[in-house]
Nanobody, 116 residues
Framework: QVQLVESGGGLVQAGGSLRLSCAAS????????MGWHRQAPGKERELVAS???????VYADSVNGRFTISRESAKNTASLQMNSLKPEDTGVYYC??????????WGQGTQVTVSS
């Protein structure tokens, strides 16, 4: 079993910043990738950002240049720094992990609300 605990999120005005964190524990062998998806009301879940074990990153076009994902491998944690937030960034953000042996494993989700 893999457990993911998310923290951060909340309510912020447009142009503000938030930071999400995700801590993985349990049956952790080699984590291959960590990241976040998000789901806005009435929309499908979409990839926001991911970071691989080699440090390479992928961002959605809509957040590129505003969000930064980072990882502390020794602690099996990842963080998502979100700057210049927009109302369209509102949604539930879900942390995920892929291990070399499989995945994804999902966190419980955390609400991000950006007011205009």
């Amino acid at each position: 079993q893999v457990q993911l605990v998310e923290s951060g999120g909340g309510l912020v005005q447009a142009g503000g910043s938030l930071r999400l964190s995700c801590a993985a524990s349990g049956d952790i062998d080699s984590i291959n990738a960590m990241g976040w998806h998000r789901q806005a009301p009435g929309k499908e879940r979409e990839l926001v950002a991911s970071i691989m074990s080699d440090g390479s990153t992928v961002y959605a076009d809509s957040v590129n240049g505003r969000f930064t994902i980072s990882r502390e491998s020794a602690k099996n944690t990842a963080s998502l720094q979100m700057n210049s937030l927009k109302p369209e960034d509102t949604g539930v953000y879900y942390c995920f992990v892929f291990r070399l042996s499989g995945g994804p494993y999902w966190g419980q989700g955390t609400q991000v609300t950006v007011s205009s």
